[in-house]
């Protein structure tokens, strides 16, 4: 039996917008060696960046991505900049155009499957999604949630069951960040005078249990539940933490 692939250096950043999601890629290290997939009709990153960037118009380019990338070992990151808007434009060219809307939407599905399962598994990089989330009323449970919103059979299981790693990016008063001080939280001068942060949230708390944010057992202390929003002290946590 062939062994299942998994790729443990995957994360999905969700936060609503102007959160500091695409601001927190900024620090990553080798810059020449990030992929960016701007799948946001060429939006500019908030930033000067040396990423090589490419303008997704089609979603299948995004499969021809992983492959090219997977080939070249100068490259160690890949970024897709959102995963919210990915599967819109796939929604958009194959879906509403389709003649036959039941065998379409079931290809939609299939498609993130099989980014999911296939190629972001067998691949050796590491993988960032950025995603837009949305605020929503669990009528069952009479909760507002905060998850990414899909259309679809995705819709069941949410986006999130593909992630072992969810955070969330948000912009937060000083004040809420009082008791989580950690050597991953620091704050500015700058900070200091406005009054708030733009942090990433690793774990839960009693105030946003209707958040799907998640992470392996012990990966975060209970202290860095509020970090600095800079996504290369969350990969150099993951690859303390699987020892790669």
Request: contains cysteine.
């Amino acid at each position: 039996m062939t062994q299942a692939t998994v790729n443990d250096n995957l994360i999905l950043l969700g936060g609503k917008s102007a959160a500091g999601k695409s601001a927190s890629l900024m620090n990553l290290r080798n810059p020449e060696g990030v992929w960016y997939f701007n799948c946001e009709s060429g939006k500019k990153l908030p930033f000067r960046s040396k990423f090589r960037q490419f303008t997704i118009t089609d979603p299948y380019q995004v499969y021809e991505g992983f492959d090219a990338a997977q080939a070249d070992d100068n490259v160690h990151t890949l970024v897709i900049d959102s995963q919210t808007y990915l599967l819109d434009m796939y929604e958009s060219l194959y879906v509403q155009p389709a003649a036959d809307g039941r065998k379409a939407w079931g290809e939609f599905a299939k498609y993130f499957k099989d980014l999911m399962q296939i190629y972001v598994a067998r691949s050796s990089k590491n993988v960032i999604f950025t995603a837009h989330t949305l605020d929503q009323l669990n009528e069952s449970d009479m909760i507002m949630e905060t998850k990414v919103p899909v259309k679809g059979a995705l819709k069941n299981n949410g986006i999130e069951s593909y992630f072992s790693q969810v955070i969330a990016a948000k912009k937060m008063t000083l004040k809420a960040l009082e008791g989580y001080e950690s050597d991953l939280l620091n704050i500015t001068d700058e900070e200091r005078a406005l009054g708030f942060k733009y942090v990433f949230q690793t774990k839960l708390t009693k105030e946003t249990v209707g958040e799907r944010v998640r992470g392996p057992l012990g990966l975060f202390d209970h202290n860095e539940t509020f970090i600095d929003n800079n996504m290369q002290l969350v990969l150099d946590r993951l690859h303390e933490y699987y020892d790669n």
